[in-house]
Nanobody, 120 residues
Framework: VQVVESGGGLVQAGGSLRLSCAAS????????MGWFRQAPGKEREFVAH????????YYPDSVKDRFTISRDNAKNTVYLQMNNLKPEDTAVYYC??????????????WGQGTQVTVSS
């Protein structure tokens, strides 16, 4: 499966952005999806995960209650709604696909990333 992110940009602290990730090439509902981010000089960080059905979602404490992952299997798209953004959320955001209901084998397909910049 191939994935392409969109929706990044520049936003002020406290603002919102919605990222989209369009998938193609395989049956989208066969894949769990995840969002990750990487800030300059830092390691890649897990941001959100959604099961292949969309029934289960997971977030780290750093974004919980501010970010929401969702998916539309009819549109082969996964979304990341980001609210109350903080300067520390500034990073390149990557979408990834992993086979199976929860991608227990890891995420094998990655997009090129989309830049999110939060100004203070």
């Amino acid at each position: 499966v191939q994935v392409v992110e969109s929706g990044g940009g520049l936003v002020q602290a406290g603002g919102s952005l919605r990222l989209s990730c369009a998938a193609s090439g395989r049956i989208f509902s066969d894949y769990a999806m995840g969002w990750f981010r990487q800030a300059p000089g830092k390691e890649r960080e897990f941001v959100a995960h959604i099961s292949w059905s969309g029934e289960a979602t997971y977030y780290p404490d750093s974004v919980k209650d501010r970010f929401t992952i969702s998916r539309d299997n009819a549109k082969n798209t996964v979304y990341l709604q980001m609210n109350n953004l903080k300067p520390e959320d500034t990073a390149v955001y990557y979408c990834a696909a992993g086979a199976g209901p929860f991608a227990k084998g890891g995420f094998g397909s990655w997009g090129q990333g989309t830049q999110v910049t939060v100004s203070s």
